[in-house]
């Protein structure tokens, strides 16, 4: 039986314009997903939309549109193409305005009433349309300009509103020892450290009931048994991660592809790990493999929003850079699980140091030296020991990186043989050895190492750089698809023999930042 695989990215606020930070999740999740694809594993990646809440209801009507027209008109002209420029492999594209997501949240709900976690109680907090979450006095700050002499939410920075509402509750509170027992037992449900300690803190504090329902308006799915109210947009959109699969409809699938893995930036963890659980233990069901938060990205030191005009899009950067590009300085340049900040200028110079100079001109190099020395052959001897013992290290290293979440450390595996192949070629001087009839047998073991390396460097990339590893691959004899190529074994590919040409993978650019 294969490893099951499954993976998540949050599904993302549909009212949003998507920048390159909602870009970098979805990157990664994909990374992860072609990775396990690529061992073997049964894999399913799942991305989706939000569409659900108050302040969607507002700017639909704004726009003079109905919040399905919007959320539509969204979804088709901004986050569906976003997926198709960055070449994310999804399996999955769930909407919470799917009529399989109603039912099954109907279902959940159902169940959650029938073993005793919902009741109807009274509630007055302090409510962020922009976050669609009531906020404690914690996450309040002395507001500033217009909002001087009030207290305001700290990620939107505009006043908070106080509701009071009757609402349905989830018993939350019930649940803080069975997380902070799952936290202990399975050290490696939260990662990375820093999250898990956050989350676990938060927990000991204790926590309060969530209220579950709201009644001032209406675009939401229905409460089934009391259809005066809708669903907390946050309590619903958890449950896309099941509905999607077959929650309550379909046993055989939702057993296949659940539990899943959640791939999350911190900020929202803590609904991931847990108000998530709470929700699982609570149904019955089993618990999510993994909730991994990952850092942010800054610009100029501050976190990448639309708002403070610090959003860039992804297309900004892949009309210079291309797709690939985009996707490895993002999985390369930043530990995962740490915030990183964006510049074009390192961009630019990790662009050319390791992309069209490390990579690119090592490949261009050596099928050149093949094709000279040999007519394109490949000479039919084993790689120098040094080089084989190498590659299958790094293949080594990046495979247990994945699963550490490292996918830096796994790129940093693979880039480590091109760093080390291109030593290697001005170490033996190919140029040098095929001057001399006494050393073919050299010339020959050197060109057949930097063949292997980087056939092997190709596998690994794959997952990040698809369409560049490909013609890679391609270019050194490799057969069919590299993405259907066993990562595990890397090190151990056999191609047709023959090199062919390799296009220019990594060209230079001269203005690499656009004008504005
Ligand atoms: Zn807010």
Not at 71 to 94: C, K, S
Not at 369 to 385: F, I, L, Q, R
């Amino acid at each position: 039986m294969p490893e099951r695989f499954t993976v998540t990215t949050p599904i993302y606020y549909v009212n949003d314009v998507p920048h390159i930070g909602h870009a970098y999740n979805e990157v990664a999740t994909d990374v992860l997903a072609r990775w396990h694809r690529m061992r073997g594993d049964d894999t399913w990646m799942l991305t989706g939309t939000d569409e659900h809440g108050q302040k969607i209801m507002r700017t639909a009507a704004a726009n003079g549109v109905s919040p399905q027209d919007w959320t539509d008109r969204l979804v088709e002209t901004a986050w569906i193409p976003q997926l198709e420029l960055l070449n994310i492999a999804n399996d999955d594209f769930i909407r919470t305005t799917d009529e399989r997501h109603k039912i099954g949240v109907r279902i959940f709900l159902e169940r959650l009433k029938e073993a005793g976690y919902i009741y109807h109680g009274e509630f007055e907090g302090q409510y962020c349309v922009g976050c669609e979450e009531y906020k404690t006095p914690n996450d309040l700050v002395p507001g500033t300009g217009e909002f001087e002499g009030q207290l305001v939410c700290a990620i939107h920075s505009r006043p908070v509103e106080t509701v009071r509402e009757a609402n349905y509750f989830f018993k939350l509170s019930e649940f803080g020892d069975r997380l902070l027992a799952l936290y202990d037992e399975r050290p490696d449900y939260v990662q990375p450290e820093h999250v898990r300690n956050e989350v676990r803190q938060f927990v000991k504090q204790g926590l309060n009931d969530l209220s579950i329902s709201r009644n001032t308006f209406d675009w939401g799915i229905k409460v089934p048994w009391d259809e005066t109210h809708v669903v907390y947009v946050w309590f619903e959109a958890l449950l896309n991660y099941i509905t999607a699969n077959g929650y309550g409809v379909d046993d055989e699938r939702f057993e296949r592809r659940w539990p899943a893995t959640h791939i999350v930036g911190k900020d929202i963890a803590r609904f991931h790990a847990v108000i998530w659980p709470a929700m699982q233990m609570a149904a019955g069901l089993p618990i999510s493999d993994h909730v991994f938060g990952h850092g942010w990205l800054l610009v100029g030191g501050e976190k990448m929003s639309k708002s403070k005009a610090t959003g860039i899009e992804p297309r900004q950067i892949t009309e210079v850079f291309g797709v690939d590009a985009f996707r490895y300085y993002f999985m390369s340049a930043i530990a995962f699980g740490s915030d990183g900040s964006f510049s074009w200028e390192d961009l630019d110079a990790r662009y050319h140091s390791e992309l069209a100079n490390g990579l690119g001109n090592l490949a261009s190099r050596v099928i050149a030296m093949v094709h000279k020395y040999c007519d394109g052959v490949v000479p039919a001897v084993d790689a120098d020991d040094d080089i084989q013992s190498l590659v299958t290290d790094a293949v080594g290293r990046a495979d247990t990186a994945i699963d550490r979440f490292a996918i830096d450390e796994a790129v940093d595996a693979a880039m480590s043989i091109v760093e080390r192949l291109n030593g290697y070629i001005t170490e033996q001087a190919p140029w040098v050895l095929a001057k001399d009839d006494a050393q073919r047998d050299r010339l020959a073991a050197v060109l057949a190492s930097n063949v292997h390396g980087i056939g092997a460097a190709a596998i690994l990339l794959a997952p990040v750089m698809p369409e560049s590893a490909q013609k890679l691959w391609a270019a050194v004899g490799g057969e069919g698809d590299v993405l259907a190529q066993p990562i595990r074994e890397a090190h151990a590919w056999q191609g047709t023999g023959r090199v062919s040409t390799v296009p220019p993978l990594f060209p230079r650019i001269e203005q690499a930042q656009p004008a504005t």
